[in-house]
T-cell receptor, first 115, second 111 residues
Framework: ETGVTQTPRHLVMGMTNKKSLKCEQHLGHNAMYWYKQSAKKPLELMFV???????ENNSVPSRFSPECPNSSHLFLHLHTLQPEDSALYLCASSLSGLSNTGELFFGEGSRLTVL | DAKTTQPPSMDCAEGRAANLPCNHS???????VYWYRQIHSQGPQYIIHGLKNNETNEMASLIITEDRKSSTLILPHATLRDTAVYYC????????????FGGGTRLMVKP
């Protein structure tokens, strides 16, 4: 138990569906992240939020839309996805600002399959 | 951030020490060395980090060479549950700098 909870753990969707991934952290952190891990590829950073403000968008296609309503919750809204978007989507959190020691706390991930 | 080089895979016998090497020959003076691991189908887990001194915690020891161009993560008594991909990352400890994961080393602990 890392203190970062992701739901759903598994999701299968068609290319025309709209779905959302949810992440919640109970660690009092102020920064939250979305990473993507495709088969046999390194983790890729997608988005970063600090104090609810998006501070990094790593050239992610617009079919992925993040939302951070508060420092404890992070969503990834998905629409019109492609089969190559099938991957493990990982959420992480950390302290931010001058306290950022590089310690990320990851959730267990949401395994997405796009048909 | 400086790049790191790790062997793609290693084996270790259960109960023995696992020594995972990492080369970071272009590391700069203010870059820390971080180690994470990822057990199959789970999120990565922080293990340890250091700047130039050797570090030890309940999970592992980190040995950094004097010239800081390489380091070794030591799991003193490997168990089957230590089978995972281990990532070595170098990073400036600055709020704006993200962790960039490479391919890591797949450690297989065998009975």
């Amino acid at each position: 138990e890392t203190g970062v909870t992701q739901t759903p753990r598994h999701l299968v969707m068609g290319m025309t569906n709209k779905k959302s991934l949810k992440c919640e952290q109970h660690l009092g952190h102020n920064a939250m992240y979305w990473y993507k891990q495709s088969a046999k590829k390194p983790l890729e950073l997608m988005f970063v939020y600090n104090f609810k403000e998006q501070t990094e968008n790593n050239s992610v296609p617009s079919r992925f839309s993040p939302e951070c309503p508060n420092s404890s919750h992070l969503f990834l809204h998905l629409h019109t996805l492609q089969p190559e978007d099938s991957a493990l989507y990982l959420c992480a959190s950390s302290l931010s600002g001058l306290s950022n020691t590089g310690e990320l706390f990851f959730g267990e991930g949401s395994r997405l399959t796009v048909l | 951030d400086a790049k790191t080089t790790q062997p793609p895979s290693m084996d270790c016998a259960e109960g023995r020490a696992a020594n995972l090497p990492c080369n970071h020959s272009t590391i700069s003076g203010n870059e820390y060395v971080y180690w994470y691991r990822q057990i199959h189908s789970q999120g990565p887990q922080y293990i340890i980090h250091g700047l130039k001194n050797n570090e030890t915690n309940e999970m592992a020891s980190l040995i950094i060479t004097e010239d800081r161009k390489s380091s070794t993560l030591i799991l003193p008594h490997a168990t089957l549950r230590d089978t995972a991909v281990y990532y070595c990352i170098v990073r400036i400890n600055n709020a704006g700098n993200m962790l960039t994961f490479g391919g890591g080393t797949r450690l297989m602990v065998k009975p």
